[in-house]
């Protein structure tokens, strides 16, 4: 008899979902976000993307928890398995291979050149840069596919905020940095140095994304999740009620 029972309890333990086998993630979330990117994430943990990742979750009940770092620390811990994903990746052949993506976007960013109106470029796009053209970037951000062949001729400054690269423009310590379009309008408000800093000519276009990691067996139901979630708000009007109130 008591051998029976043991059985069926194995049996029974057999058929219970495990972590790698769950169709469905869990109810609660924990990701890395970038804390130098408005107005899509800040250092005190707001802005758009925070708005619409949490909106979608919260349509499929699960709830977010974002540890708020630089964005290459939050890469590494999304590498590592150390969260389970990362706000505002470019999705491109450089993530591709590191992280899980889903198919919805969080939304479509572009990307310029600026440069300090006392040291005006010379060139008319970004192949045109005289080669050992000092350009500052942010350590650890994706400047799009071309970027690699582009930046075999430039010098790189990596820092790690968007009011350092301004800083060095500002100082003519580099020729031109590359900034999110929307980002560098409000930094630039914020310092007060509209009149000289100014746009240049485009970087790239970006498709942003919250990547999840490789190492979280919840990774695959988590973007279908969000990716159904994001598309539920788009339906609804939610998703560009967000947009809008961004002043995206």
Same mark, same amino acid.
């Given at each position: 008899?008591?051998?029976?029972?043991?059985?069926?309890?194995?049996?029974?333990?057999?058929?219970?979902?495990?972590?790698?086998?769950?169709?469905?993630?869990?109810?609660?979330?924990?990701?890395?976000?970038?804390?130098?990117?408005?107005?899509?994430?800040? !250092?005190?943990?707001?802005?758009?993307?925070?708005?619409?990742?949490?909106?979608?979750?919260?349509?499929?009940?699960?709830?977010?928890?974002?540890?708020?770092?630089?964005?290459?620390?939050?890469?590494?811990?999304? !590498?590592?398995?150390?969260?389970?994903?990362?706000?505002?990746?470019?999705?491109?052949?450089?993530?591709?291979?590191?992280?899980?993506?889903?198919?919805?976007?969080?939304?479509?960013?572009?990307?310029?050149?600026?440069?300090?109106?006392?040291?005006?470029?010379?060139?008319?796009?970004?192949?045109?840069?005289?080669?050992?053209?000092?350009?500052?970037?942010?350590?650890?951000?994706?400047?799009?596919?071309?970027?690699?062949?582009?930046?075999?001729?430039?010098?790189?400054?990596?820092?790690?905020?968007?009011?350092?690269?301004?800083?060095?423009?500002?100082?003519?310590?580099?020729?031109?940095?590359?900034?999110?379009?929307?980002?560098?309008?409000?930094?630039?408000?914020?310092?007060?140095?509209?009149?000289?800093?100014?746009?240049?000519?485009?970087?790239?276009?970006?498709?942003?994304?919250?990547?999840?990691?490789?190492?979280?067996?919840?990774?695959?139901?988590?973007?279908?999740?969000?990716?159904?979630?994001? !598309?539920?708000?788009?339906?609804?009007?939610?998703?560009?009620?967000?947009?809008?109130?961004?002043?995206?």
């Amino acid at each position: 008899m008591r051998s029976g029972i043991i059985a069926v309890l194995i049996c029974f333990l057999c058929i219970l979902p495990t972590k790698s086998t769950r169709a469905t993630p869990q109810n609660k979330v924990l990701l890395a976000a970038e804390d130098s990117w408005p107005p899509f994430a800040d !250092r005190t943990g707001q802005g758009l993307s925070h708005q619409l990742i949490a909106a979608a979750f919260s349509i499929e009940h699960i709830q977010v928890e974002s540890l708020v770092v630089p964005y290459s620390r939050a890469l590494m811990m999304a !590498r590592k398995g150390q969260v389970q994903g990362v706000f505002n990746v470019t999705r491109e052949r450089s993530t591709e291979a590191g992280f899980l993506f889903g198919e919805e976007p969080l939304f479509i960013a572009n990307a310029s050149f600026y440069y300090n109106k006392n040291r005006p470029l010379s060139a008319q796009n970004k192949w045109q840069l005289p080669r050992g053209s000092v350009v500052g970037v942010i350590k650890g951000y994706e400047y799009g596919d071309e970027f690699a062949k582009l930046s075999k001729q430039l010098q790189l400054v990596q820092v790690a905020s968007q009011e350092q690269l301004l800083n060095l423009l500002l100082l003519n310590r580099i020729d031109a940095a590359i900034m999110f379009d929307k980002v560098a309008e409000g930094v630039i408000k914020r310092m007060g140095v509209k009149e000289e800093i100014l746009p240049a000519f485009p970087n790239h276009q970006s498709r942003i994304f919250l990547a999840f990691s490789l190492q979280d067996a919840d990774s695959p139901a988590l973007a279908k999740a969000l990716d159904k979630g994001l !598309r539920q708000m788009k339906q609804s009007g939610q998703y560009q009620q967000i947009i809008n109130n961004g002043r995206f």
